[in-house]
Nanobody, 128 residues
């Protein structure tokens, strides 16, 4: 089964920036809904951001809107999440996901099915 490889996590101070990326070899990302979820310690996994396979507005969770930017590079089969002005509330494991039949709703986020492909997760820690 094809896999997604996440890179770029780590430790950053509050107010800093970090970029996490997900390399998806063999995936034509333009044909997929793509997204990022995260799971903070002791909390449920939550939607962070997504982009649909058809033209449309990206979704951002209210807690990250105006600070995070999702993107995809079809030429390199890479999707990224640029995170700015980070706070301790952004600490968690970040997961990328792609789904050919997934749907990204501008206000409600990404819905994926059982055949979605997930990254292994990458840790982001925001701490001084």
């Amino acid at each position: 089964q094809a896999q997604l490889v996440e890179v770029g996590g780590g430790l950053v101070q509050p107010g800093g920036s970090l970029r996490v990326s997900c390399v998806a070899p063999g995936f034509a990302l333009d044909d997929y809904a793509i997204g990022w979820f995260r799971q903070a310690p002791g909390k449920a996994r939550e939607k962070v951001s997504c982009l649909g396979s058809t033209p449309g507005m990206p979704h951002y969770a209210p807690s990250v809107k105006s600070r995070f930017t999702i993107s995809r590079d079809s030429a390199t089969s890479t999707m990224s999440l640029q995170m700015d002005d980070l706070t301790s509330e952004d600490t968690g494991i970040y997961y990328c996901v792609v789904d050919r039949v997934g749907i990204c709703y501008e206000y409600d986020g990404l819905y994926v099915g059982d055949l979605a492909t997930w990254g292994q997760g990458i840790r982001v820690t925001v701490s001084s």
